[in-house]
């Protein structure tokens, strides 16, 4: 029992210095990509506009007639998916003939606020897309969405599936009637509104509260998981 309490006790504090270093990091430089390691597969930046950074990968070998385009997580940075040799998403789909386009969101800031689903999808996504084709020089792409990303490819392919070939969604918060743990309710009573009046945007530091409040028993027994 008092191990318990011993690793209870480490996991709050543990998990309020974090909130509280994501409270300055906000405070100060909200978006410190500088941080970012190195990549561990060559691009080259295809295009730049409105939020979206377009990275491309090119095949090794001959590459496949389709070029794959990996739309995101807005929130999430990413070397997650090129990480290191041999543990790379990006660098593994390369070595199999694809060639990867990579959207990096670039992180919004209070003059955003204004954005929503119309200038992700209607803007930033269709530009994208037309950014491949134009290189590649193939009508249709493959689409893989993860997260919120998914559910701007959904969007998108609903509105244009002529122009995707295959669609693969992972993690996809598509159906927003579930709601399976108290967090939701409690984020029900949170007044958007008030949020993008205070700052611009929803700060980093509320985002990142509230993903342990998804799953609070396993951070507090896995305080880094």
Known sequence: MFELLQDLSTSWFNGTVRTLEGLCRGLTEPFPIYDDPPPTTPYEVLYTGGKTRLRYYRAVGKPRATPLLIVYALIKRPFILDLLPGLSVVENLTQQGFE?????????????????????????????????????GADQVSMLGYCFGALLSTIYTALYPHTVKNFISLALPLDMSQEEIPLFSLAKKIDPDLLTDAFGNCPAWVMKAGFPLMAPVHHILHPTG
């Open 100 to 136: 990867v386009y990579l959207i990096d969101w670039i992180p919004p800031t209070r003059s955003d606020s204004w954005r929503g689903f119309d200038a992700y999808v209607n803007g930033d996504l269709a530009n994208a897309v037309r950014a491949v084709q134009a290189q590649s």
